[in-house]
């Protein structure tokens, strides 16, 4: 029987889930039953949208112990990252959006407030929970509202450096407030750090607390002997516990812990929770899950436990779509083909080797590659470090989590003239994971920043050739963008000028069309629909978009309109700096920019999205048609004319 039809079948207790009352009247041995219903849920579910599937097998028993003991929406529940709300949206009366899980008009991947009063923080970057539930506490304190806040924080998010600060700030705070820390040793691959071995030694606590109450109590009762017997064996016995099982850092923060507990005992967890809920100041409470919990392929999957595949077959939990080279495996082989005669070369990534390409280099190279966890501030001037060094750094991330180290980019690589590549996979518009993924920013926010160079790749054998000539600058750094997805096939240049790649050009001069990255071939087709019109059109590829090329300034010069289409915002994009650059020589040529608005755009497939934003060839031809012809519409200045507005 297949998963699906088991679940049809047997899914009775899951069917009776309409919210969390639902869940709380629920005997263990119902809780028991719904946990398994719930898995097979999922698993059917997402294997035909796709998504995070591993994280949410991961945390079942821990969401119905949280919806047990907390009364959500009074009760804020946060989640960070938001891709382990699975089971929360669940619960919360939203099974049936999972027919539609992370496609367009269905339900989003992560929190959304749109979907549901029990969602709250949407934002699917990691390690902002904690600062989000610090404030969240301290503003129901001030209005004396008695709300719990209970923030989810995986173990890998605790590698970052703002859940630190938040800690140091809730501890200094006192109010009541849960942190449940999801320990499964995982990100999306095994958390790296020193973080990562406490928690692991954390596992094996003996239950040496439980001896240190009983000598407590004991000697507590013997007169002039007890209390002073009692601190020297407690300094002992702390220092045993710092060495075993050094949980005293987080109560040295000022935070009480409980725990380990089984994460997947529902009792255990709720009966933690309660315990927390009651104590009247910050918890930790410390829950030890496996991602991937009850379905084999996630846990035998040693990679990332399924964390976030596309369309998989149940049975086997290999991928449905058929396998093609992506942008991600071309990076990833170059770069190692690069390494091999570079010894200089190496790699940084942030908990996400697997995803952005750089497990190949470290593969074969496992020295020259630091994962650095879920810290892309530190990742960032670590290779300052690493190119003071006489290194050349590639930093491989999301585009998106990129800007959270704009700081260090502008200040310790870029002012300090460092040789750092940073390589942006999912740049542009991603798709299915919403606004917090797409990688639209980059361009923009990057491209003030003095000295540093951006390339965007059109194709595989321009990514191959761009990521060679970003890693042999020395004097400074280097961004490298591509998109999501299947990589384009090859696209020749006509000639090339200075640095830029001239496309298609023809006998007529009426329009530039500056096609940036992954847009070049639909440049290709909106030349072809607009020279269906009578207009000739030269499709460009720029290659080096930052900063703009005196040869793209002479090119725009010579034709009658200049058109600009990038997969980023047009705010302080590649269009606003031509048409900047054009301005300062004197290029009175018009200019006009496509690009994606500075929105939220929701989630949907990325041709979906794209369409929505009028960025398809047949709008864009479109549009050019329209401007060229308003063009010749308009009244030609006499040459006399012309002397007299000089004068």
Same mark, same amino acid.
């Given at each position: 029987m297949s998963v699906e039809e088991d679940t049809a079948n047997h899914g009775r207790l899951l069917g009776t889930v309409r919210g969390p009352q639902d869940v709380k009247r629920m005997t263990a041995e119902q809780l028991d039953i719904l946990a398994a219903e719930i898995r097979d849920f999922l698993i059917a579910k997402v294997s035909r949208t796709g998504g995070h599937i591993g994280p949410n097998l991961g945390v079942v028993e821990l969401t119905l112990a949280m919806h047990r003991v907390f009364d959500s929406p009074r009760d804020r529940l946060l989640f960070d990252t938001g891709h382990q709300a699975y089971v929360h949206k669940i619960i919360t009366g939203r099974q049936e959006g999972f027919d539609r899980l992370r496609q367009r008009g269905g339900l989003s991947g992560y929190p959304n407030q749109a979907e549901s009063?029990?969602?709250?923080?949407?934002?699917?970057?990691?390690?902002?929970?904690?600062?989000?539930?610090?404030?969240?506490?301290?503003?129901?304190?001030?209005?004396?509202?008695?709300?719990?806040?209970?923030?989810?924080?995986?173990?890998?998010?605790?590698?970052?450096?703002?859940?630190?600060?938040?800690?140091?700030?809730?501890?200094?705070?006192?109010?009541?407030?849960?942190?449940?820390?999801?320990?499964?040793?995982?990100?999306?691959?095994? /958390?790296?750090?020193?973080?990562?071995?406490?928690?692991?030694?954390?596992? =094996?606590?003996?239950?040496?607390?439980? %001896? =240190?109450? /009983?000598?407590?109590?004991?000697?507590?009762? /013997?007169?002039?002997? &007890?209390?002073?017997?009692?601190?020297? =064996?407690?300094?002992?016995?702390?220092?045993?516990?710092?060495? $075993?099982?050094? +949980?005293? %850092?987080?109560?040295?923060?000022?935070?009480?812990?409980?725990? *380990?507990?089984?994460?997947?005992? $529902?009792?255990? #967890?709720?009966?933690?929770?309660?315990?927390?809920?009651?104590? &009247?100041?910050?918890?930790?409470?410390?829950?030890?899950?496996?991602?991937?919990?009850?379905?084999?392929?996630?846990?035998?999957?040693? @990679?990332?436990?399924?964390?976030?595949?596309?369309?998989?077959?149940?049975?086997?939990?290999?991928?449905?779509?058929?396998?093609?080279?992506?942008?991600?495996?071309?990076? @990833?082989?170059? =770069?190692?083909?690069?390494?091999?005669?570079? *010894?200089?070369?190496?790699?940084?990534?942030?908990? %996400?080797?697997?995803?952005?390409?750089?497990?190949?280099? !470290?593969?074969?190279?496992?020295?020259?590659?630091?994962?650095?966890?879920?810290?892309? +501030?530190?990742? !960032?001037?670590?290779?300052?470090?690493? !190119?003071?060094?006489?290194?050349?750094?590639? #930093?491989?991330?999301?585009? /998106?989590?990129?800007n959270r180290a704009f700081d260090q980019v502008l200040l310790d690589v870029a002012m300090h003239k460092l040789p750092v590549t940073f390589v942006l996979d999912r740049a542009g518009i991603t798709g299915p994971d919403g606004p917090s993924h797409y990688g639209i920013w980059d361009m923009s926010v990057f491209g003030v920043v003095p000295g540093l160079r951006i390339a965007a790749p059109r194709d595989s054998a321009s990514l191959r050739e761009e990521l060679r000539e970003a890693v042999a600058v020395e004097d400074g750094p280097t961004i490298l963008r591509f998109p999501t997805g299947t990589v384009a096939g090859d696209l020749p240049a006509v000639r090339r000028v200075g640095t830029v790649d001239v496309l298609a050009e023809s006998a007529r001069t009426d329009v530039l069309l500056v096609a940036v990255g992954s847009f070049a071939a639909l440049g290709m087709e909106v030349a072809a629909r607009v020279a269906e019109q009578g207009y000739g059109v030269t499709v460009v590829d720029p290659r080096w978009v930052r900063p703009v090329s005196a040869e793209l300034v002479e090119l725009a010069a010579g034709h009658r309109l200049v058109v600009t289409v990038e997969d980023g915002v047009r705010v302080g994009g590649v269009g606003d700096a031509l048409a900047q650059a054009m301005r300062d020589a004197d290029v009175r040529v018009p200019l006009k920019d496509l690009g994606v608005p500075a929105d939220w755009h929701p989630h949907g497939t990325r041709a979906q999205i794209l369409a929505d934003l009028g960025l398809t060839a047949q709008d864009v031809a479109r549009d050019v048609t329209g401007w060229i012809s308003g063009l010749d519409a308009e009244p030609v200045e006499a040459p006399a004319d012309k002397a007299a507005a000089k004068n």
């Open positions: 009063e029990h969602d709250l923080i949407e934002n699917s970057h990691a390690s902002t929970a904690l600062s989000y539930a610090d404030g969240l506490a301290k503003a129901y304190a001030l209005r004396a509202e008695r709300r719990n806040v209970v923030a989810v924080v995986g173990d890998g998010a605790l590698t970052g450096g703002m859940c630190w600060e938040a800690l140091n700030n809730i501890a200094t705070a006192g109010n009541p407030l849960v942190i449940v820390v999801n320990d499964n040793g995982r990100s999306y691959s095994p /958390t790296i750090g020193g973080l990562a071995d406490h928690l692991s030694s954390l596992r =094996l606590n003996p239950g040496y607390e439980k %001896m =240190l109450d /009983t000598v407590k109590d004991t000697l507590g009762n /013997t007169p002039f002997v &007890g209390k002073p017997m009692y601190e020297v =064996l407690h300094a002992v016995k702390k220092g045993i516990k710092d060495a $075993v099982a050094p +949980q005293a %850092m987080f109560e040295d923060l000022g935070i009480k812990y409980v725990g *380990p507990v089984d994460g997947h005992d $529902v009792t255990a #967890v709720e009966s933690a929770l309660r315990a927390a809920k009651n104590f &009247g100041g910050p918890v930790i409470v410390h829950a030890v899950t496996r991602k991937g919990s009850g379905y084999r392929p996630a846990e035998e999957d040693e @990679a990332d436990c399924l964390h976030g595949p596309g369309a998989f077959d149940v049975e086997t939990g290999q991928l449905v779509a058929a396998p093609s080279v992506k942008w991600t495996h071309v990076f @990833a082989d170059e =770069l190692v083909k690069i390494a091999d005669g570079r *010894p200089d070369v190496v790699g940084i990534t942030a908990a %996400m080797a697997e995803p952005t390409g750089i497990a190949a280099l !470290a593969s074969k190279y496992p020295k020259r590659v630091y994962d650095v966890g879920i810290a892309e +501030q530190h990742a !960032a001037t670590s290779a300052a470090g690493l !190119a003071m060094g006489g290194l050349h750094p590639v #930093v491989a991330v999301y585009a /998106t989590f990129l």
